[in-house]
């Protein structure tokens, strides 16, 4: 099973978070995604002035596994599989500090808090999206409960660790798992209050006070530990505050990230037709001499300047041949190739990519009936066509590997693509047009438009015999992006 979630990441960033879940039988599951992107001609976006190099430094693109799933209230539970395995890392390593049960403490302290993460959008989601008042109010009572509940579990667990055999660095450890966990609780706390403020004014009356002081106890604790706390009248906008949050995120998330060695697809293949490409324009000139130097002889003028010629032609036949052999060899490899590997170096599945510039005709009609373009644009594409990038993705995982390699319930892998369209807008007009309107019909006068310009994006995802296809409407201008809508 395939699924997306694409949003806005920044001014010029677009983000696709694409999952690829697995079933446990057959072990190999293969996946694949292809994006068609139509850009307008008037950008000036096209295989001549956007190379591959140019995609790739635009796309960056992180492979993780899948936050094992576990409700908010499963976690305030000891019995449960995520504090289980985490006591039971602590408790190892207050006995015996080595380097094995050391990797394991570290890792079990990301891996709850990556859940807890995972746990706390998905309950702020379903309470954003209760329509009944009255549940409402216990979901929101019950969150509170559960938020104290798991710092108050996670924080019993330094008495553990309070002994002799723990140095300060490893001690550390659980510090950052502590402030990342307070930083969550206030941040995702805060934005209840801010949903409930837009949406719910009766509910947000009824539970503000409690859900501030879930806020308020968060923050006078991080004080009291001495971690990072946002400062109101900070004269340097908190970029103290706001570099370490980020950087305990990198922190936390990095136990699901993983391990890729990047390689260019098939080049043992290419690399024998490029020698055939040699060959070929070897036999021609050696065909060329032989015949020249049987006729005319040894050192004669016409062999002289029949091997100049042949030598002259020579290149460009190894160049034409190449290049041919290039083009036939780019429809069936990808651009590069990827052995996707969790900690333990396991071989979890390979992954390729690629990137080019095709015609509309090369393209399913089911991709193009989905673009459905209007009458005006499909006017202006008889004079200037729309250029299409097509961005494939191919996906092999191996389901018992990936169950086999971890304790977690972990059931596939998200491939997280952040595309900037930086370059699309150096031929854009201003973002702020003049429009002439008239004034109560006795005069004229001039306000701001705003031009904007439309990126489609056409996805196809294929897993076994079944095919979805998907289009997202991204609105920009010289200004970044605006919009963009799932149609």
């Known amino acids: 099973m395939i699924e997306e979630h694409v949003k806005i990441h920044d001014q010029f960033s677009l983000e696709f978070k694409i999952g690829f879940t697995v079933q446990k039988n057959p072990d190999e599951n293969d996946f694949s995604m292809n994006m068609w992107v139509f850009i307008p001609n008037s950008l000036y976006i096209n295989r001549y002035t956007y190379s591959k190099t140019d995609f790739y430094r635009d796309v960056q693109s992180n492979i993780r596994l899948i936050t094992p799933i576990y409700l908010l209230r499963d976690i305030t539970n000891p019995e449960e599989l995520p504090f ?7 408790i190892k390593i207050a006995g015996s500090p080595n380097r094995n049960n050391l990797a394991d403490y570290e890792s079990h302290i990301k891996m709850f808090q990556s859940i807890l993460k995972s746990s706390l959008r998905n309950e702020i989601l379903h309470i954003q999206n209760c329509q009944s008042k009255e549940d409402k109010i216990f979901l929101l009572s019950t969150y509170i409960k559960n938020c104290r509940n798991i710092a108050k579990l996670y924080r019993s667990l330094q008495k553990i660790i309070n002994t002799p055999t723990i140095d300060k660095n490893t001690f550390e450890y659980f510090l950052f798992g502590d402030e990342f966990m307070s930083n969550l609780i206030e941040l995702h706390t805060f934005k209840i209050l801010k949903d409930l403020d837009s949406k719910d004014k009766e509910s947000y009356e009824k539970e503000k006070t409690e859900l501030l002081e879930l806020i308020d106890y ?27 949050l980020g950087a305990l995120k990198k922190y936390i998330e990095s136990q699901l990230f993983l391990k890729i060695k990047k390689r260019e697809d098939g080049v043992v293949v290419k690399q024998f ?21 049987i006729k005319y002889g040894n050192f004669t003028l016409p062999l002289f300047i029949a091997l100049v010629v042949t030598y002259m032609l020579k290149d460009r036949i ?13 429809s069936k490899y990808f651009d590069n190739k990827v052995d996707m590997k969790i900690n333990n170096d396991d ?43 097509l961005y494939r993705i191919q996906m092999s995982l191996d389901s018992k590997i ?16 952040r595309f900037n369209i930086s370059q699309f807008i150096h031929k854009m007009d201003n973002a702020e047009v003049p429009i002439f309107i008239t004034d109560d019909k006795t005069d004229y006068k001039i306000i701001p438009g705003e031009k904007v310009y439309y990126l489609n994006f056409i996805l196809r995802f294929q897993y076994s015999d079944q095919v979805e296809y998907k289009r997202y ?14 149609i």
């Open 84 to 90: 289980r395995l985490l006591e039971e890392a602590f």
């Open 318 to 330: 190894k160049e034409l041949s190449k290049f041919y052999f290039s083009h036939k060899l780019n």
């Open 218 to 244: 968060e923050i006078q604790y991080k004080q009291k530990k001495g971690y990072a706390v946002i400062d109101k009248d900070s004269k340097d906008k908190n970029k103290d505050v706001v570099f370490r």
């Open 273 to 293: 037709y490029y020698s055939v490409a040699a060959g070929i324009s070897m036999v021609f000139a050696t065909i060329i001499a032989f015949a020249f130097q």
């Open 347 to 389: 071989i979890i599945g390979i992954y390729k990519e690629s990137q080019t510039f095709v015609s509309e005709n090369k393209i399913p009609k089911e991709a193009t009936q989905l673009r459905n373009r209007s009458t005006i644009l499909e006017a202006e594409n008889r004079i200037n066509d729309e250029k299409i990038l």
């Open 473 to 486: 409407l991204v609105m920009l201008n010289r200004n970044g992006i605006k919009e963009i809508k799932s």
């Open 402 to 417: 990936i169950n086999k390699s971890n304790r977690y319930p972990i059931s596939g892998v998200n491939d997280i693509i």
